[in-house]
């Protein structure tokens, strides 16, 4: 047995991870809300200028039209996901993605203490993935088995 599959069944189904693996969930789906919404209304992100960085790419990725939106349903629909169990691990997947792309962006715009905010859901987003690794595995092995 690997040490990752050791650590997964010491903590699965006990009651303190049941309840911290649900406050994680409802933490990162709440995250995204705020700005799926503002995206999905077609609402600007931020109201710096174009002559900053930062609001230039958001002015950029704000005037894709279409795009912009469809970048908030995305995140509305992974927090929806997320807080539904039957679905809470599709939410988790399609949320890694995301943060990471959102991840990357923070870090090469050079925010200040947002690449840390989103290095901690990044975290929290593989703990998810780690929670449910049965069925990580069991996709990975169909991937790999071809």
Known sequence: ???IESAHRKIYGK????????????????????SGLKKLL???FTILGVDNPVGFFFEALYQTGWYWNF???MQLLVALLLVIPRTAFLGALIYLPIIIN????????????????AGLMLLANIYLLFWDYKKVKQIVSVIFER
Do not use: D, N, Q, Y
């Not at 923070?106 to 840390?116: C, E, L, N, S």
């Open 102 to 117: 959102i991840l990357v962006i923070v870090v090469a715009m050079h925010f200040r203490g947002t690449p840390i905010i």
């Open 71 to 73: 970048l908030g349903f």
């Open 1 to 3: 047995m690997s040490f």
């Open 15 to 34: 009651k303190l991870f049941v309840l911290f693996t649900w406050f994680t969930r409802i933490l990162l789906s709440f995250a995204f809300v705020p």
């Open 42 to 44: 077609g609402e600007r």
